[in-house]
C-alpha cells in the first residue's frame, strides 16, 4: 500500500444490514453506499489535501442515526461531489466542536454510543477500528 497510495475498505454494521465502503487514492477519498434492496449505491467524493493524513485522518459515525441509514462526519475534507441518496444517508464535513471553551475545539461527543464506530487511517492504512462495525477486505 506503501508504493501504490491506493486503498479500499469495506465496512458493515454489526448486523450486517448496512455497509459503505471507502476508497482513497491520494488526496482523493470516496464514500460510497450500497442499498441491496434497491439495487443502487451513492457515494461522495472528497478532497483530503487539508487532511492531516498521519493523526486526522479519522472517520466517525452512527448507524440508523437521525432516520438515516447512516450518518458519517469527516473533519477538514472538501467536498468534490455529493450523490448519496440524502434521505437515507448523511456525510458532514466536519466533527461536532465545544462550543463551551472560547476556541472551538472538535470532538466526537455523540458518536461514542454501541451504535457508533470511530476508524482511524494512517498513510492509507487502518490503524484503528472502533465501534459497531465489521471490516471486510
Not at 15 to 25: D, H, L, Q, S
Not at 38 to 62: E, H, P, W
Amino acid at each position: 500500500m506503501s508504493c501504490s497510495n491506493d486503498s479500499s475498505f469495506i465496512f458493515t454494521s454489526s448486523n450486517g444490514a448496512e455497509c459503505f465502503t471507502i476508497k482513497t487514492k491520494g488526496n482523493i477519498r470516496v464514500i460510497a453506499s450500497e442499498d441491496a434492496k434497491t439495487n443502487s449505491n451513492g457515494y461522495i467524493k472528497l478532497d483530503l489535501s487539508n487532511v492531516d493524513r498521519t493523526a486526522g485522518d479519522q472517520v466517525i459515525g452512527c448507524w440508523n442515526k437521525n432516520m438515516k441509514r447512516w450518518e458519517i462526519r469527516m473533519d477538514h475534507v472538501i467536498i468534490l461531489e455529493n450523490k448519496l441518496d440524502t434521505t437515507q444517508y448523511t456525510f458532514i464535513d466536519h466533527f461536532p466542536y465545544d462550543e463551551s471553551t472560547f476556541v472551538k475545539i472538535p470532538n466526537t461527543k455523540g458518536f461514542n454510543d454501541s451504535n457508533c464506530f470511530s476508524i482511524s487511517f494512517e498513510y492509507n492504512e487502518i490503524v484503528r477500528v472502533r465501534g459497531d462495525v465489521r471490516l471486510l477486505r
